[in-house]
Each structure stands twice: as C-alpha cells, then as structure tokens.
C-alpha cells in the first residue's frame, strides 16, 4: 500500500510541473495587470520548439534555450499587442493560442514528415533523471527509504527548478523592489506613473517572466517528461494552471498547492482507467481522464470564496495628460 501511495505521488509530482511552472508564468504577468490566456499556446510553441531544436541539436540545453526564447517571443507579441497598442488582452491570448496550435503541426510536417511530431529524443538529448546521493542505499529501508529514493529521488532538473521557483517567486514578489513594483502596477498603474516609474517597462518585464516560465514547462513537457513533441500535447494544461492561479488567488505558496491539487487528479486518472470501483463496476475512460476538468468547473463555479484579481487587471493603462 505504502508503495502504491508513494507511486501515485510521484507521479503527481510529474504531472504537476508544467502546471506549476505555467501558473507562476501567469502569476508574474497577472500581477502585473496583464491577463495571460495565451499560456496554453506558450507552452505548446516552447514544446515543439525545444523539441525540434534537441532533436536537430542532440543537446537538451539547446531545447530549453530554444524553447524559451520562443515563449519569450510570443510573450513579447501579446505584450506588444496589449501594453504598446492597448489592444484587448484576451483576444491576443486566444490568438497566441491559436498561432501555435496550427504552426507547430504544419512546421513540424515540413520539417520532420512525421505527422506533425519530430523525431523521438534519447541520451544528451533528454533531461535524465538526477539520483540523489544515498538512494540506491537507502531504498530497502522501509517507509523513508522509499519515500526518499522514489519520491524525492529521481526527477529531472526541471522538477527540482520548479519547486524551487516557488519560494524564489514568493520572495521577489513581497521581498524586493522589483516586487513591490510589479505589485502595485497592476493595482493602481496611475501611482506607479506618478511616481516616475514607467508602468510600460515594467508590464514588459513581467511578460518576459512569463514567457522564460512557460518555455521552460514547454521544455519539460517534450524534452524531460516525454520523449519528443506531439500533436497538443499540452492538452489544456495552461488553462489548468490558470483555475489554479485562480484558485490559489494570485499567491504562490498556495499555487503550488493547486498545482499539485490537479497533478494528483491527473495522476489518479491515469493510475485508475480501467479499474473496477465498488457499487459503481468499470468507470469509463473518457470520465476518469476528465476529473481535473471537473474539479476546475466545479472550483471556479464558487467552491473557492471570492477571489479579487489585481484591481488593474486587463486593463490597458492610458497615460494622464
């Protein structure tokens, strides 16, 4: 049973990265008064791009970079589109979406003629696993041996960069000028102005955050959880990180815990398709793999108490003549 649970939550750690990583993007820039709905279509370019560029490069750094400066990219159109034009911030997200659900298919076609993914990653060109000192010893040792050489053993860079972003975020939001600053563009970007800070430069910064954070769950997804990239293999993780962003009203800490709230129903979902339930018998597949899409509706449908987003939020900032 112990190694069950400890499987079942190592899977969910797994599960939870680019939904982690992809929340704290959104939580820079929604601080900062940008609403990010282009999450999804972020990561799903960083995917392919650090896929491509691993597959051609036979280097799993050369995907990471490249997969962030291609969601850093995308970051800067829809900052460009809503912060330089004051254009409508969820149609850029949308669009964001779209650009990269239709070019990562017909690029990857054309590049690798392999039905729109590219071709499978092994050695150098994966993150492998880091084995963490002492857990082939400590594996027989009941209970904390496993718990140690499964669950806190074995994960990739990324896993571990991940969870390290969360007090790293927590401390640059309310530990730092900057911080400080970001925070209070997105409450009242008016006072910030008056107070000779350039609200644009600011906003900008904060989507540049976005896009190193979203390129990097793209990476992990193709380069370090996967073996390549594939057709949406996002699979509307970056909405999910959004409920959870919601959900976890726009703090860190508790967006790890929302983070890893769905990880655990992705997991289970995988771990339990097929499985007889008492009084219930075989449940379908299709209703095991939309739990997390359940639990989102049902979260955000009231479930949560009443989050205020920043008060700034999505609304393009006009300067007072």
């Given at each position: 049973m112990v190694d069950a649970?400890?499987?079942?939550?190592?899977?969910?750690?797994?599960?939870?990265?680019?939904?982690?990583?992809?929340?704290?993007?959104g939580l820079y820039s929604e601080r900062a008064g940008i609403f990010d709905i282009g999450l999804e279509g972020k990561m799903l370019a960083g995917a392919f791009a650090g896929a491509s560029a691993a597959a051609v490069s036979g280097s799993a750094w050369v995907g990471l970079l490249v997969?962030?400066?291609?969601?850093?990219?995308?970051?800067l159109v829809h900052g460009f589109a809503s912060i330089t034009h004051?254009?409508?911030?969820?149609?850029?997200?949308?669009?964001?979406?779209?650009?990269?659900?239709g070019s990562t298919i017909i690029l990857g076609q054309a590049w690798f003629q392999q039905g729109g993914r590219t071709p499978p990653l092994s050695g150098p060109a994966r993150f492998e696993p880091i084995i963490l000192?002492?857990?082939?010893?400590?594996?027989?040792?009941?209970?904390?041996?496993?718990?140690?050489?499964?669950?806190?053993?074995?994960?990739?860079?990324?896993?571990?960069?991940?969870?390290l972003m969360v007090p790293v975020t927590w401390w640059v939001l309310f530990r730092t000028r900057f911080g400080l600053r970001l925070r209070a563009v997105g409450e009242?970007?008016?006072?910030?102005?008056?107070?000779?800070?350039?609200?644009?430069?600011?906003?900008?910064r904060a989507v540049i955050l976005t896009g190193v954070l979203t390129g990097a769950a793209g990476a992990y997804l193709a380069v370090a959880?996967?073996?390549?990239?594939?057709?949406?293999?996002?699979?509307?993780?970056?909405?999910?990180?959004?409920?959870?962003l919601i959900f976890a009203k726009w703090k860190p800490v508790p967006a790890m815990y929302a983070c890893l709230l769905?990880?655990?129903?992705?997991?289970?979902?995988?771990?339990f398709q097929g499985a007889e339930w008492p009084l219930v018998?075989?449940?379908?597949?299709?209703?095991?793999?939309?739990?997390?899409?359940?639990?989102?509706?049902?979260?955000?449908?009231?479930?949560i108490g009443k989050a205020i987003p920043p008060r700034a939020g999505g609304v393009p900032y006009v300067k007072e003549r």
């Open positions: 649970l400890v499987q079942l939550l190592d899977a969910t750690i797994r599960v939870s990265v680019p939904l982690l990583l992809a929340c704290l993007a997969a962030i400066l291609t969601a850093v990219f995308l970051a004051r254009g409508n911030q969820i149609v850029s997200g949308v669009a964001i979406n779209f650009i990269a659900a000192p002492g857990a082939d010893a400590l594996r027989d040792v009941p209970v904390l041996g496993i718990i140690y050489s499964e669950l806190l053993s074995g994960h990739s860079l990324l896993v571990y960069v991940a969870f009242n970007p008016a006072a910030v102005d008056t107070a000779g800070i350039s609200v644009t430069w600011l906003r900008y959880q996967n073996a390549g990239f594939v057709k949406d293999m996002t699979a509307g993780k970056g909405y999910i990180a959004l409920a959870a769905f990880g655990f129903l992705d997991a289970a979902s995988i771990r018998g075989r449940v379908p597949v299709q209703l095991i793999n939309a739990l997390p899409f359940i639990l989102t509706v049902i979260l955000l449908a009231g479930f």
